[in-house]
Every structure is written in C-alpha cells, then in structure tokens.
C-alpha cells in the first residue's frame, strides 16, 4: 500500500508556471505507475499524463501536450507535474494516483492509490 501526498498548486496568472509534487510513502515507490488526473467542479476526473515505473514510457492527453510534462525521481519517492503556459480552463483539483499492475493507464478505475488533491486556481 502507498499513501500519496501532493503539493504545489496554488493561484496563478494565465500564462504562469506551477509544478506539483506528489509524495509517496513507503519503499516500493519504484514499482508503481503513476498518473495524474484533475477534475474541476461539476466535470468529471480527466487524465493528464501517466509515467511508467522507470520513466521510460509516458503518456499526455492530448489537449495538453507541449504544456505539460511528467517526471518522477524514484530516489526521493516523487512524481512532478511541470505546468506552464497555464489557461483559466486548467483550473482544477490535481490528483497524483498509483497504480501497482502498471497498466499505463487514462482511466480513474486503473489506479488503486489516490492523494487528496491540490487546487490549481488560474485567473485570466
């Protein structure tokens, strides 16, 4: 089992930069897949990028490709979410999730493990 902690969303001016972070516990950090997800109010969750365990493989949606861009470091136990040229539509709660059968996965349902979320505000 893993426990997930994110940081780093906050308010931010359109075209801005935030990058978040989303902490694991435990030892077997490397071995999971992870993903992030946002949903912003009344939408449902949506896929934003996943990363295999070793980072070989990664994966955006579509609409935010050349934006947004995934990372981990299995050393310190973190997933990284670098977010630029930010929109007021990427406003959302950001959700990092792990997922132990590595299934690469775009769908909520693929991922066991989820943090609490952080909040990314956006103002135009």
């Known amino acids: 089992q893993v426990q997930l902690v994110e940081s780093g969303g906050g308010l931010v001016q359109a075209g801005g930069s935030l990058r978040l972070s989303c902490v694991a516990s435990?030892?077997?950090?490397?071995?999971?897949?992870m993903g992030w997800f946002r949903q912003a109010p009344g939408k449902e969750r949506e896929f934003v990028a996943a990363?295999?365990?070793?980072?070989?493989?990664?994966y955006y949606a579509d609409s935010l490709k050349g934006r947004f861009t995934i990372s981990r470091d299995n050393a310190k136990n973190t997933v990284y979410l670098q977010m630029n040229s930010l929109k007021p539509e990427d406003t959302a709660v950001y959700y990092c999730?792990?997922?132990?059968?590595?299934?690469?996965?775009?769908?909520?349902?693929?991922?066991?493990?989820w943090g609490q979320g952080t909040q990314v505000t956006v103002s135009s």
């Open positions: 435990g030892r077997t950090f490397s071995m999971y897949g």
């Open positions: 999730a792990a997922d132990p059968l590595h299934r690469d996965g775009r769908v909520p349902y693929e991922y066991d493990y």
């Open positions: 990363i295999s365990w070793s980072g070989a493989r990664i």
